[in-house]
């Protein structure tokens, strides 16, 4: 919904002509899988601004696993958006980011929801990341 042609990032950078980065904060990161198409979207929405740089922030990765079908896919087309390095920075938080955000900016989140331990393989992938 974001990227979409008429969506809300196309009518903030086509109102406001100052706009030099945009940061966004996301439990997932964006995938490419069909009836969404979101790094299609993103692409197309970079297309139309160059001056913009967008740098996405993300929990954890979406589907790319072996066990999903689209896997193979989503990598690919988050390999060919990140290779768009500067411009765009895809990025994995770090460990207590989430829970801050959570914290800060988003009303109604059970406390239940920020104390989920987060496993050791997964710590580590995120240091390597």
Known sequence: MLFEVGGYLDAVAGA??????????????????????????IYNFLLKYPEIALCIYFSQLYH???GFPSAAWNREALRSLSSLWPRVTLQRLPGGTWRYLLCNFVYGIPGSALYHPTSL?????????
């Open 64 to 66: 790319t696993e072996d």
């Open 121 to 129: 393989p997964r710590t580590l992938a995120g240091r390597q990341n």
């Open 16 to 41: 406001c002509e100052n706009i030099g980065c945009i940061i966004l904060y996301s439990n997932y990161s964006p995938c490419n899988e069909a009836h969404h198409f979101c790094i299609s979207k």
